[in-house]
C-alpha cells in the first residue's frame, strides 16, 4: 500500500468532517462507547480517539463476538482490567453481551441522577455516543439497544454519513457516528487485518492484497481451514500453490491458470461470514 493510496482513500474528507463533530459531541455527552471489531481488539481502535474525547469515561465495546471463541474473549478481557479499561465484547446481530453491556449503562446513569440532585437538577437521560472505526457495527449495535431499526447499516465501510440522536425508552440518548480512520496507517500488518475484516474499503486496499494477507494469515495460524474448508489434503510449502488449490476446490479456474481475484473476494467473504470458524486474528502481548 503506498503513499498516495493512503492519502487518497485512507482518510477521504467525510471523516475529518465526522472527526471535528465528533469532538464537538463528545463535549455534551456523557458516555462514550467506543465500538471496536472483537477480531482485532488492538488494530480496530483509532489512536487518536483519546484526542477527540478527552477524559469522558469510556466504555470499549468489542462487537461482532459471535466471530470469536470465548478462551480468547477471555485473555482479551483480563489484559483490558489489567489496563483498567472497561471493556464487553458483544454481538450486536444476536443480542449477546447486553447483559453486561446495560449494566454498565444502568450504572452510569445511577451515577448522572446522583450528580443532577446533588446540584438540585432534575433527571435526565444519559447522552452516550457511539464512535468507532468504519465497519465495526455501531449503527447495528444502536438499533439493536433501541429495539428497532432507527439507523442504517451495512456490510460496507462508511455507510453512516452525519451524526444522528437516536432516544431510546430506558433513559438513553444514543449519538451515531460515522466510522473514522485516522490519517496515517503506518502499520502495514495493521492495515491489512483492518482491510480483512471490512473496516477499510476496497478501493483503499484492494482485495488481492487483503486476501494475500489472510490467505498466509490462515496458514501459519489455522491451516486446519484448508483441509476442512476447501478440502486441500496436504498444505503445500507455498502460500502461491495453497491459493492455487482453494481456487481449484471452487472450480475457479480458467484456461491457463486461476482467477485469482475471484479467490481472494470468495475467501475474504467466507472468512467475513465467520464460516472458516470463530478465531481472532491478534491476542494479548
Ligand atoms: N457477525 C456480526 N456482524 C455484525 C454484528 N453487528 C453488525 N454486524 C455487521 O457488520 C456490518 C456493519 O454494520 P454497521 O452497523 O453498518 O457498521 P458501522 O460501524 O455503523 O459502519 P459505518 O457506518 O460504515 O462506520 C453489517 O453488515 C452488520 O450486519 C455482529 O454482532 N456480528
Ligand atoms: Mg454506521
Known amino acids: 500500500m503506498n503513499d498516495t493510496r493512503q492519502n487518497i482513500n485512507w482518510f477521504p474528507g467525510h471523516m475529518a468532517k465526522a472527526g471535528r463533530q ?13 465500538i471496536a471489531d472483537a477480531r482485532l481488539p ?20 468489542l462487537n461482532k463476538a459471535d466471530l470469536t471463541e470465548k478462551s480468547e474473549r477471555e485473555r482479551w478481557l483480563a489484559y483490558f482490567r489489567g489496563e483498567g479499561q472497561p471493556a464487553v465484547f458483544v454481538a450486536a446481530r444476536k443480542k449477546q453481551g447486553f447483559k453486561e453491556l446495560n449494566q454498565f449503562l444502568e450504572g452510569e446513569h445511577a451515577r448522572l441522577s446522583e450528580r443532577l440532585a446533588a446540584r438540585g437538577r432534575r433527571p435526565r ?46 433513559h438513553l440518548e444514543l449519538l451515531d457516528s460515522p466510522g473514522i480512520l ?46 476442512e474448508r476447501y478440502r486441500v489434503a496436504e498444505l503445500p510449502e507455498y502460500p502461491e500453490e495453497l491459493l492455487e488449490a482453494v481456487a481449484k476446490n471452487r472450480g475457479m ?5 486461476i482467477r485469482e481475484e475471484e479467490t481472494y473476494i470468495m475467501l ?17 502481548e
Request: hydrophobic content about 40%.
Open 182 to 227: 485516522w490519517p496515517k496507517l503506518d502499520d502495514q500488518r495493521a492495515a491489512l487485518a483492518l482491510a480483512a475484516v471490512g473496516s477499510i474499503s476496497k478501493d483503499a486496499c484492494p482485495e488481492e492484497e487483503c486476501g494475500w494477507f489472510l490467505l498466509n494469515w490462515l496458514m501459519e495460524h489455522r491451516p486446519e481451514v484448508f483441509r
Open 125 to 170: 437521560p444519559l447522552r452516550v455516543m457511539m464512535v468507532g472505526i468504519p465497519n465495526t457495527g455501531k449503527s447495528a449495535l444502536l438499533n439493536a439497544m433501541v429495539g428497532s431499526n432507527k439507523v442504517k447499516t451495512g456490510n460496507k465501510p462508511g455507510l453512516t454519513r452525519s451524526l444522528q440522536w437516536v432516544r431510546t425508552a430506558d
Open 253 to 257: 479456474v480458467r484456461k491457463g491458470g
Open 22 to 34: 465528533v469532538k464537538e459531541q463528545a463535549a455534551l455527552c456523557d458516555l462514550i462507547l467506543e
Open 42 to 61: 488492538r488494530s480496530s481502535r483509532n489512536p487518536q480517539l483519546k484526542s477527540m474525547i478527552g477524559a469522558k469515561p469510556t466504555l470499549l465495546v
Open 268 to 284: 475474504l467473504k467466507e472468512y467475513r461470514d465467520g464460516k472458516l470458524g470463530k478465531f481472532m486474528l491478534e491476542l494479548p
